[in-house]
């Protein structure tokens, strides 16, 4: 009898669906977006296949660049709701939204760090636009770019930020999360901007201009072995990866709008996930 159970037990084993065992890693489950589909601009997520888009946000006002805390159950996103742009926290659902920096600056482009304990973001309330940190809650605001930053995003590590800067012209960077030792790591003509890490920290996507219109590269996270993953018709930017690092999702105006897609992480098997009515950008992958 016991052996009879054992063989049992084997079979249903052998029998299981091969994907059962394959979720104990990061599984992607939605896309934040933007979209002017309806009108204004406004965020939505939808599934990984680009279907059951939902819209999150309503008027006055437009709502765009959405980021997800890494426990995928907020969104840190910009908004002129209130006649300024400023950056403003919701959860994962569209509720229970609010304003975490004020005026009369503006302040967009909100990353979180890997923790979720702080966010960065770009602000020109000193003058230039610089990178500053400030807790969750919007309290405890502290500069760390010394001169002109953009575009944060954190290291899965949480300990450095690469970022924009057009302090040699208008190239990534990066830095230690403090501010400190601050590195140039890309060195093309044109502009490099857009960067964003890979989810093991060895890669950055980004959007370069170099080639006379915008397309998507990586390079390592040291600058070196630069590789570009998208070329004309139309321009490419944007890059998000997945959580698993297996895909990249970005927006293009390869089929006459700009509109969001996802392909391999070496550029091969584009797919686009939206379409008109409206055009679709900043794409982010949830947790």
């Given at each position: 009898?016991?052996s ?52 999150l946000?309503?008027?006055?006002g ?31 659902d ?13 302040n ?48 899965p ?21 403090d ?8 060195t ?100």
């Amino acid at each position: 009898m016991k052996s009879v159970i054992l063989l049992l037990v084997s079979t249903i084993l052998l029998c299981a669906p091969v994907g059962s065992q394959a979720q104990s890693g990061p599984q992607p489950s939605k896309i934040a977006f933007t979209s002017n589909r309806e009108g204004s601009q406004q965020i939505y997520v939808m599934n990984v296949d680009g279907s059951q888009a939902t819209r999150l946000t309503t008027p006055p006002g437009d709502n765009e660049i959405p980021t997800f805390s890494p426990d995928g159950r907020k969104i840190a996103f910009v908004s002129n709701r209130d006649g300024q742009t400023q950056i403003y926290l919701m959860f994962a659902d569209g509720s229970n939204v609010n304003r975490l920096t004020s005026g009369p600056a503006t302040n967009y482009a909100p990353a979180f760090s890997p923790d979720g304990r702080k966010i960065a973001f770009t602000s020109n309330r000193d003058g230039d636009f610089q990178i500053y940190l400030m807790d969750v809650d919007g309290s405890n605001v502290t500069l760390v770019t010394p001169g002109n930053g953009r575009d944060p995003s954190f290291s899965p590590d949480g300990r450095k930020i690469a970022f924009f800067s057009n302090r040699s012209g208008g190239q990534i960077h990066i830095m230690n999360s403090d501010g400190s030792n601050v590195r140039q790591l890309s060195t093309f003509r044109g502009e490099s901007y857009d960067p964003t890490f890979s989810p093991d920290g060895g890669k950055i996507a980004f959007t370069s201009n170099r080639g006379g219109n915008e397309q998507i590269y990586t390079m390592n996270a040291d600058g070196s072995n630069v590789i570009g993953l998208t070329r004309p018709p139309g321009t490419n930017a944007r890059p998000a990866f997945s959580p698993d690092g297996g895909k990249i999702a970005f927006t293009s105006t390869r089929d006459g709008s700009l509109q969001i897609y996802v392909m391999n992480t070496d550029g091969s098997n584009v797919i686009r996930l939206t379409g008109p009515p409206g055009e679709s950008t900043y794409p982010v992958f949830g947790p």
